[in-house]
């Protein structure tokens, strides 16, 4: 059963233009959520992240926006640049008792920003 | 900062045979994490160290893979009568205490042929 679903496995966009990449979690327990980004023979690496207390939180180019009651987050990339290109990674903390912030990952979108 | 290290990067065995990986995490963290990625999957998680003690296993952790970190410095990861359905990605990531960010290695890819 995912608990951290990204429904779209892949997106095109044009340089220069928002790139919106959308994750749905069914976990209500969940209460920090992480942005990672992806390139091919590499590691995640960490992007963005945003607490359960907030519902935006910004770093540049990349916005990060959470739905509690929808149970939605979403990052946007404003201006999206080919560079960004890469598979990006939703996932969700779940504190466990010993403060074991173990991540549940979605499934990945793959971004092509095309120039 | 050197980054968590992951060795070796790729890796090619035939089925029945035993590998070991081994990950150097970020020298202060105390955390360490073991994850599994396979094609259109996103990183699974195996299992978790907070300094030498293995505080938790997932069930996709059969009894053929163990895992240890001596002294809460490097960990090693091994899997006994390797099958073909091992073939994977095997990240491994650190973080420092009370801290929800995790630091990935480059990963070690595994085929099982």
């Known amino acids: 059963d995912q608990q951290v679903k990204q429904n779209s496995p892949s997106l095109s966009v044009q340089e220069g233009r928002i790139s919106i990449l959308n994750c749905d979690y069914t976990?209500?327990?969940?209460?920090?959520f992480l942005w990672y980004k992806k390139y091919p023979a590499e590691g995640p690496t960490f992007l963005i992240s945003i607490s359960s207390i907030k519902d935006k939180n910004e770093d540049g180019r990349f916005t990060v926006f959470l739905n509690k009651s929808a149970k939605h987050l979403s990052l946007h990339i404003v201006p999206s640049q080919p560079g960004d290109s890469a598979v990006y990674f939703c996932a969700a903390s779940l504190k466990g008792g010993g403060s074991n912030y173990k991540l549940t990952f979605g499934k990945g979108t793959l971004l092509t920003v095309n120039p | 900062d050197t980054g968590v290290s992951q060795n070796p990067r790729h890796k090619i065995t035939k089925r029945g045979q035993n590998v070991t990986f081994r990950c150097d995490p970020i020298?202060?963290?105390?955390?360490l994490y073991w994850y599994r990625q396979t094609l259109g999957q996103g990183p699974e998680f195996l299992t978790y160290f907070q300094n030498e003690a293995q505080l938790e296993k997932s069930r996709l952790l059969s009894d053929r893979f163990s895992a240890e970190r001596p002294k809460g410095s490097f960990s090693t990861l091994e899997i006994q009568r390797t099958e073909q359905g091992d073939s994977a990605m095997y990240l491994c990531?650190?973080?420092?205490?009370?801290?929800?960010?995790?630091?990935f290695g480059s990963g070690t890819q595994l085929s099982v042929l």
């Open positions: 990531a650190s973080s420092p205490a009370m801290n929800e960010k995790l630091f």
């Open positions: 976990n209500s327990m969940f209460d920090y």
């Open positions: 020298s202060e963290h105390n955390r």
